[in-house]
């Protein structure tokens, strides 16, 4: 920790900012020089983490599927066709039509966002410490200014970017199921619907405000949800390594309560994910 | 709310991540889970069916087994039966042989009595004219006498 004093909210804010790159007239800025470089930051952390893990999950699952026999599977083999077997069957359950994007989309979504949340069970100090230790011995930075947020889900960014993703994927099957007509009359012919013309005109502006509504709900719900849950679960994770040797058992009953969390919150987010985008191809509003 | 590039870059990363997993991951995995599905069902479906055969089989072979059973017991009854037969035949066979046999030595004995008897009784008459032509020397007449000798060697 840098000489000068560190106070509790200066710790936790410490512990809450990324990483930050931006390029300015003078080349690359991290940090602080980026405060006011608006929309085009990049939370580096955020990206290497997020992007690590996600190549971790490929790697392990494509090696799962180079090696896969229809023989007798190996312990691996049979632990990684077990999510797939448990995603498999969650989306046959729900989604029900043919489509080759759902469920890797669906394995892709439990497993990755899974695996950035199990960052959360790190204990928080370790990899900052290490990273502001990194910074201060090898580029001779200030180690209060190296910051690093290793659980990319609480980082708005990442959660909004999947939901998005969802988000632009269920405008599409809707689209490819129903067609533009079927999409649009979805959006203006429902929920008050009359046998009248001009009744049906008169209703329009309402029908679409509603589903616009119920529409853009989904994405914000998905993202924010995730995005709530791990954010207030990683503050809470960095105030009780404040309170001193306390934190130790402190520490582990919310991380294994948090277990749960990590896990029921990547399979709601993919489950919703199967849900949404069933809904998206369905015809009965 | 903090929003800025990093939420391009994660959604570049999360297409991207999609496309390989659709490729890459998901095809093979499910496959060969799906082909290993239908390698077991085929082979409960063939041990089932192989039951079955089994159990068809092992009442064929029951069935077999029994007439097998009989047949035996058909064929040593009839061997019995020759057996006792063989063995009728063979005792009076062996009857008969004997008593031809022992009819034969009958024979044999009495032909070679009757020879011996003929032997001897020319040898007594010889015996018995040299006898008499010792005592008698020179009274005998052997050509007159002859007849008498003859009908005593006769007598013998």
């Known amino acids: ?285 | 709310m903090n929003l800025n590039a990093t939420l391009l870059g994660e959604l570049i990363a999360f297409v991207v991540f999609v496309l390989f997993c659709m490729k890459y991951v998901w095809p093979p995995l499910n496959g060969a889970i799906e082909a290993r599905q239908k390698k077991i069902e085929d082979g409960l479906a063939a041990s089932d069916e192989a039951e079955k055969e089994l159990e068809r089989v092992r009442k064929e072979a029951a069935v077999e087994l029994n007439e097998a059973k009989s047949q035996a017991a058909e064929i040593i009854e009839q061997a019995k039966k020759r057996a006792a037969l063989i063995v009728d035949e063979e005792t009076t066979r062996g009857q008969q042989e004997r008593e031809k046999i022992i009819a034969q030595g009958h024979s044999e004995i009495d032909s070679e009595r009757n020879r011996v008897k003929e032997e001897l009784r020319t040898q007594v008459a010889t015996l018995a004219v040299v006898g008499a032509e010792k005592i008698l020397e020179r009274e005998i007449n052997q050509d007159a006498h002859s007849d008498i000798v003859d009908k005593l060697v006769a007598e013998l």
Not at chain 1, 269 to 278: A, D, E, G, R
């Open chain 1, 1 to 285: 920790m840098a000489a000068e004093e560190v106070t509790l909210s200066s710790h936790i804010q410490h512990h809450l900012t990324n990483a930050k790159m931006c390029s300015t007239d003078a080349g690359l800025a991290f940090n602080k020089a980026c405060a006011d470089s608006g929309f085009w930051t990049w939370h580096v952390d955020t990206l290497a983490w997020s992007i690590g893990l996600g190549l971790l999950f490929l790697w392990i699952f494509r090696s799962a599927a180079k090696k896969s026999t229809t023989g007798v599977p190996g312990k691996f083999q049979c632990f990684i066709e077990m999510i797939v077997e448990f995603v498999g069957d969650n989306v046959r359950d729900t989604y029900h039509g043919k489509s080759a994007l759902i469920a890797p989309l669906a394995l892709t979504i439990f497993v990755w966002v899974f695996l950035m949340n199990l960052m959360d069970l790190i204990p928080v100090d370790f990899l900052p410490a290490f990273a502001g230790f990194v910074g201060e011995t090898a580029f001779g930075m200030d180690s209060h200014d190296v910051y690093m947020k290793i659980v990319p889900t609480t980082d708005i960014n990442m959660t909004a970017a999947l939901a998005l993703g969802v988000f632009f994927l269920m405008i599409g099957y809707s689209i490819k199921m129903k067609g533009i007509g079927g999409f649009i009359a979805e959006l203006t012919l429902h929920p008050f619907s009359t046998k009248n013309k001009i009744g049906m005109i008169f209703l329009i502006p309402f029908n679409l405000l509603l589903e616009t509504i119920a529409l853009v709900a989904k994405p914000f719900s998905l993202a924010l949800r995730l995005f709530g849950n791990l954010y207030a679960g990683e503050l809470i994770f960095i105030l009780i390594g404040a309170v001193g040797l306390m934190q130790l058992p402190l520490h582990f009953i919310w991380a294994a309560f948090h277990i749960l969390v990590i896990v029921l919150q990547a399979f709601v987010f993919m489950m919703l994910t199967i849900v949404y985008l069933s809904m998206a191809s369905s015809d009965n509003h």
